[in-house]
């Protein structure tokens, strides 16, 4: 078993860019491919990132994910800031057949 | 269009029980697994489980097993998740999701359990 750790909160201007760090406690971060959601107040989640660094359709290329294996851990990148950016983010990823979620990350653009 | 419509926000009494349904339409149901995700008031994401429709494979989060029981109907393309015995615990929004390229998330189930 292995735990996904996020910063419980990033906070960034308009227009600037942030990254949201998630970093894996044991095993390789890149043996499961990771995921990201997005989830804005009151909503259900939707998923901005996955298999690392894959947009669903829609899903602005402001939005970007990587992995690096030198600090077992995974970004998720969001460029050109906009206020409805504003959420929660999650990353998560496999552990067999298992999901494992990151603690969240609140991301306040002000 | 991938849908996941799931049924509507229930108020019920410690002891009681209780199913709800995530419909998935837009694809093909059986050909991918559907999840269950737990969020408690104000908290994160917590996985419970996951069916493959196709054959009705089941897997649980040791934190759930024993807890909730997970089903399928792949004639109405509906999975469910179910609880035998209710406890105040239990409140939190319950939230279906379709593993797979992207994952796609029902809307979310308010369940309300309290005396």
């Known amino acids: 078993n292995f735990m996904l750790t996020q910063p419980h909160s990033v906070s960034e201007s308009p227009g600037k860019t942030v990254t949201i760090s998630c970093t894996r406690s044991s095993g390789s971060i890149a043996s499961n491919y990771v995921q990201w959601y997005q989830q804005r107040p009151g909503s259900s989640p939707t998923t901005v990132i996955y298999e690392d660094n894959q947009r669903p359709s829609g899903v602005p290329d402001r939005f970007s994910g990587s992995i690096d294996s030198s600090s077992n851990s995974a970004s998720l990148t969001i460029s050109g800031l906009k206020t409805e950016d504003e959420a929660d983010y999650y990353c998560?990823?496999?552990?067999?057949?298992?999901?494992?979620f990151g603690g969240g990350t609140k991301l306040t653009v002000l | 269009e991938v849908q996941l419509v799931q049924s509507g926000a229930e108020v019920k009494k410690p002891g009681e029980s209780l199913k709800i349904s995530c419909k998935g339409s837009?694809?093909?149901?059986?050909?991918?697994?559907i999840g269950w995700v737990r969020q408690m008031p104000g908290k994160g994401l917590e996985w419970m489980g996951i069916?493959?429709?196709?054959?009705?494979?089941?897997r649980y989060s040791p934190s759930f097993q024993g807890q909730v029981t997970i089903s399928a109907d792949k004639s109405i393309s509906t999975a469910y998740l179910q609880w035998s015995s209710l406890k105040a615990s239990d409140t939190a929004m319950y939230y279906c999701?379709?593993?797979?390229?992207?994952?796609?998330w029902g809307q979310g189930t308010l369940v309300t359990v309290s005396s």
């Open positions: 998560q990823s496999y552990d067999s057949s298992n999901w494992v």
């Open positions: 999701v379709r593993q797979g390229d992207p994952d796609y």
């Open positions: 837009g694809y093909s149901f059986t050909s991918y697994w």
């Open positions: 069916i493959y429709p196709g054959d009705s494979d089941t």
